[in-house]
Structure formats: structure tokens, C-alpha cells
């Protein structure tokens, strides 16, 4: 946060921000941000007359592209913005601050909100007068303009090289190695990749060609990037594998634009080769993936309880059956946990119902409000907004709910036994005021920023991790020595035999109920309480395994959540047994 402890209070607190390109030059002492600050000091010194002030907080983004916002100074001086904490943003020139119109219109309308001025030291104007403001549209109009005419250019550059089969750049394909900007093959790769190709067609199997490469220690070679950084060479999975038998690089040729061209290099696969391994994809293709992954509502929202993303998975048998899916990775596969699962269309409804709940809950979204700093008039007009807002999001369409949930929804993580969603609060206050015409898709500037959330907690048993469903019952060892408590046994007879009234006879109060049981009408209402004990604690007080603080007045006195997990730390339970690990893969 910005010193503002020895600015006198009638100041305009004014912040520096630079930015280059590219890292290159960084290392010297006097390099382009300190020149840009530097005039930027001496235009705030001249204006000490208006009461100008710089702060000692630097916002420097070097080797930060100005084709889009996110980047790690400009984020932290937005931030500061929101804080109240700066009056005058200062630049050296326009183009420092951003390259498109879109993200400068998102800025000015931001410092517009907050009342702070907005000034270009080289460009001679800012924004407390109109005619800067006049200069500044005009300004940045021709700097997309020249922006978009260089990305034109370099794009027609690179087409016109594809199409003279020349390498454009980049790192080479795998078999290939890049000697003064053209390809050669690497002898050792080239027959990997021939091997690849002609192993493709006895298999028809990526994944099993994955296997075999990990098997036989293939990997990719070491490389040094642009910037430098070594990049250790690794294994080659199954969607590399894809790519490679479809590229047609390996027949000598190029492709642009869906056309392939003859390139200048040597090919390392036989034409009839690749021709039969063509045949075959097309065969094993289905041309309904592409399209059916718009129905996927939360697509890059799910992550297991390891941190993992969570893909999707089809069973091609059943064109409606979808699961989520842990993406193993190499660190799951070291440690043996097994990948999670759950059912996509049944998580997707409570995900609705879930944020449907939330957005009616007045109290709670009126908390949300009021962390974000709506009071008064705006407070009670959005609170009032709730129910409406939480049918537009039932009765949108597949397509809005897909965009509204991507806007919402930071991130949601999957465990065995709960849900646990995370709202973007700034989103719920604009989702409050959505029509419900066209696609919500929320201001993507703001998610980098830190902003306030709203966590919810979601007890569920959504979470599949077998094939085949199984009890959390373990089987009594031959030999037990424990001896079960006979009044812990005897209450869970009792619970089973009071819900089995309950059930046999529906019509019958429960007072006269209570007393086929000879009982009180309280004490019958816990009996069939008891029947909501976790099957592990219940399999535990038969096999008399249970902890020795758990009395049958224990059980009779205190509330049963319905919530398992819950239940073990009340009872004096572990909170995940053993075996229950064992299934679970922790």
C-alpha cells in the first residue's frame, strides 16, 4: 500500500506507473522505466502549484505485453485505486498504459468511478479537461490502429513462408531439430517417430502408445527457451502422441490455414505410411466431440480435493452419460490416489440449486452486499432483487447458465463427502441487476484483482471413485476380541424397530406410536433420529469398536447432524477410518 503518512492531506497523491515490452535491457542501471519515471517525477514537480504529490510506491511491469490488463504493477495499482489511495495516475506516454481500446474505455470508466485523473506527460494532456479527454480517445484510436496493422503484417508475412514451405519459428516438431531457421531431421527422433506411426496401426491406441514410450524411457530433449530458462525434457503422453500422426510436417509439408503446402524440409515418413494412419483416425474420429462439449457447464470450474482439474469424461455407449473426472497427473500417479469421479448432469442440478438457494437467501447475499460497500438506497433495491434474479438463473437457457456459472463461480473443489463452491461477490451484485436478455459474462478485469468471495459448503456424496458402488462397512475380523456395549446395541434395535412403525403406519401419530413402543413421544422421536448415524459409526457400536466416551445417553441427548463427517467429531470419532481411506485413494 502506498506510503501516504508525509503527504499533507489537500494533495493529490499522484502514482508513476511504466511499463516495457520486453525484459532485455532491464539490467542496466539507467534502462526505460527509470527514464519514464524519471521525466514523470519532473512533470508531478512542476504541478506542485496544484498540489501534486508523488508517492514513493513504484508500479513498474517490465517485460509486460500492453495487449491486455493483466499484469502484476497495473493490477496492484488498480487495487490501490479501489482503496482509495491515489488521485493522479501519471504515464510517460499512452501507449504504456494499454494498446487496445477496450481495456483503455474498462480504465478511464474505473478512474472515472474512483475521481482519479488520468494523465500522459509526453502527449500534453489529462483528463480533468474535456479537450485532454477529446486527444485521449483520438490517441489511443490510432494505437490499436497501428497495433492491428502490425499484427496484420507479421500474420501475412507468416502465411506467405508457410505457403514457400519454409518454418515460421517456434520449437521444432519432435524428430526435427532447427539449424539457421530450418528443419533437419534428428536421426534417433526420426525413427521414434516412424516406430510411432507404424505401431499406431497395429494398436489404434494413443494411450497405449503413450504406455509403451513411457515403458521404453522416450522423452523429448532438453531445450533453452527465448528468455532462457531451461526446460527439462518429458515423457510423450497421449494427446502429443494425437497431434504428431495428424501433423503433416512429417511428410514434408506445411500447413496454412487448412492447406498443406510442400516444405523445404526432408520427410522422415513414407507417404502410403501416413496415408494408412490417416484412414484409420478418420475411422476411430467421432464428429460429435467437438460439438458436445458446449453442453459441459462447468468445464475448467472443477478441481478434486488434491488440487487436480477436473475433465470430462463420456461413456460413448450412452450419448447422455457424462462424468467429471480427476486429470492424473504425474505426482498422483507416484503416490497412488486414485482419480475421483462423479456424475456431470447430477453435479451440474445441485451446482443450479446450490447458486438458485444462495441468490435467494436475502440475509446472506445482504451480508455479501455490505462487505462490498453498498449501503443504503442501492442495498435495498438489491436485496430486493433476490428471488427475481434466482428464477432468471433457473429459466436461462444451457448456453446462459454456462456463462453465468463461468462469471459467478471462482472455482468449485470436490471431496468425498462435500462441495465446496467459491462466488465471486462482485458478480452476484452485477448478476442482481442482469435483465436476463443474451449471456452474463461478468468483467474479467476484476477476477485478478483481490475481491471480496463468498464460500459455500455443500455436504454431498456426489463423489464416485469405483466402478461399482460399495458400503462404508468393514467386514468383522475372525477372532474379534471386542465386546459390543449391550445398551448401545439394544438402542440401535430400538432406533431400527421405531422407524420400521413409522414406515409400516403412516397414518398414526406419533404419540400413539410412542407408545407401541411403550416410551415417552420424545424419546421416540430420538430413537428414529438415530437411524441418520453414519453406517461406520453404527458397524462400529455392533462390533464394539466404538470410542469408550460414547454412552447410550450421549446418543440420546445431543443433535445428530446429518452431516457424517460432522457426526465422527461429535461421537469422538476418527474423522476418515482407515479402510474408508484405503477406498477413497488419500
Not at 219 to 241: C, L, M, P, T, V
Not at 451 to 468: N, Q, Y
Request: aromatic residues 8%.
Amino acid at each position: 500500500m502506498p506510503d501516504t503518512s508525509n503527504l499533507p492531506h489537500h494533495s493529490q497523491r499522484c502514482a508513476v506507473y511504466t511499463r516495457k515490452s520486453v525484459e532485455q535491457g532491464l539490467e542496466i542501471e539507467f534502462n526505460t522505466l527509470e527514464s519514464q519515471r524519471a521525466i514523470c517525477s519532473a512533470y508531478i514537480t512542476s504541478q506542485r502549484h496544484k498540489g501534486w504529490a508523488e508517492l514513493s510506491k513504484r508500479y513498474d511491469d517490465g517485460g509486460e505485453s500492453g495487449s491486455n490488463l493483466m499484469r502484476p504493477a497495473l493490477q496492484e495499482l488498480l487495487a490501490d485505486i479501489e482503496r482509495g489511495m491515489i488521485d493522479v495516475v501519471v504515464i510517460y506516454k499512452l501507449d504504456r498504459l494499454t494498446r487496445t481500446l477496450l481495456d483503455f474505455v474498462r480504465l478511464i470508466d474505473l478512474f472515472d468511478q474512483y475521481g482519479v485523473i488520468f494523465v500522459s506527460v509526453t502527449q500534453n494532456f489529462d483528463t480533468a479537461e474535456s479537450t485532454g479527454r477529446l486527444i485521449l480517445n483520438i490517441l489511443l484510436t490510432f494505437a490499436q490502429f497501428e497495433r492491428e496493422i502490425a499484427g496484420d503484417r507479421l500474420r501475412d508475412k507468416f502465411g506467405a513462408m508457410r505457403q514457400r514451405g519454409m518454418f515460421v519459428g517456434g520449437h521444432p516438431p519432435f524428430g526435427y531439430e532447427l539449424i539457421d531457421k530450418k528443419l533437419y531431421p534428428q536421426p534417433d527422433e526420426a525413427e521414434v517417430v516412424r516406430w510411432l506411426f507404424q505401431r499406431y496401426l497395429e494398436t489404434g491406441s494413443y494411450v497405449t502408445l503413450a504406455r509403451e514410450c513411457d515403458d521404453r524411457g522416450i522423452i523429448r530433449r532438453d531445450r533453452i527457451s527465448k528468455r532462457g530458462n531451461f526446460i527439462r525434457g518429458r515423457g510423450i503422453h497421449a494427446s502429443s502422441i494425437w497431434n504428431m500422426l495428424g501433423n503433416p510436417v512429417y511428410i514434408g509439408e506445411v500447413r496454412h490455414r487448412g492447406t498443406r503446402y510442400p516444405g523445404l524440409h526432408e520427410a522422415i515418413v513414407p507417404r502410403g505410411l501416413w496415408d494408412d494412419v490417416q484412414g484409420l483416425r478418420a475411422k476411430r474420429t467421432r464428429a460429435k466431440v467437438v460439438e458436445i462439449y458446449k453442453t459441459d457447464l462447468l468445464r475448467g470450474l472443477m478441481f478434486d480435493s488434491f488440487g487436480r482439474l477436473m475433465g470430462v469424461l463420456r461413456d460413448y455407449r450412452k450419448d447422455t452419460r457424462r462424468y467429471y473426472i480427476s486429470n492424473q497427473n504425474e505426482w498422483g500417479r507416484r503416490q497412488g490416489v486414485r482419480r475421483m469421479r462423479t456424475n456431470a448432469d447430477a453435479l451440474e442440478q445441485l451446482v443450479l440449486a446450490t447458486l438458485s438457494t444462495l441468490l435467494s437467501d436475502r440475509a446472506r447475499v445482504r451480508g455479501l452486499l455490505l462487505k462490498l460497500g453498498v449501503h443504503d438506497k442501492e442495498l435495498e433495491q438489491l436485496t430486493r432483487s433476490t428471488g427475481p434474479a434466482s428464477q432468471r438463473l433457473e429459466r436461462a437457457n444451457r448456453r446462459q447458465v454456462q456463462c453465468a456459472y463461468k462469471a459467478l463461480i471462482s472455482h468449485i473443489e470436490l471431496t468425498p463427502d462435500r462441495m465446496k463452491i467459491v462466488v465471486r461477490g462482485p458478480e452476484v451484485r452485477r448478476f442482481l441487476t442482469w435483465d436476463g436478455l443474451g449471456l452474463f459474462r461478468g468483467d474479467k478485469t476484476e477476477w485478478e484483482r483481490p475481491h471480496p468471495t463468498e464460500l459455500i459448503d455443500v455436504p454431498t456424496s456426489a463423489v464416485r471413485l469405483k466402478r461399482s458402488l460399495w458400503l462404508p462397512i468393514r467386514q468383522r475380523a475372525p477372532g474379534h476380541a471386542n465386546v459390543p456395549n449391550y445398551r448401545l446395541v439394544r438402542l440401535m434395535k430400538n432406533a431400527r424397530a421405531a422407524r420400521d412403525l413409522v414406515e409400516k403406519d403412516r397414518t398414526t401419530d406419533l404419540m400413539a406410536l410412542a407408545g407401541q413402543m411403550n416410551c415417552k413421544r420424545t424419546r421416540f422421536a430420538r430413537l428414529v433420529r438415530l437411524n441418520y448415524l453414519a453406517p461406520d459409526i453404527i458397524t462400529s457400536i455392533l462390533d464394539g469398536t466404538q470410542p469408550a466416551s460414547l454412552t447410550a445417553r450421549k446418543l440420546m441427548q445431543h443433535d445428530i447432524p446429518m452431516d457424517w463427517t460432522l457426526q465422527r467429531k461429535v461421537f469422538g470419532f476418527a474423522e476418515q477410518p482407515d479402510y474408508l481411506k484405503a477406498n477413497i485413494g488419500y
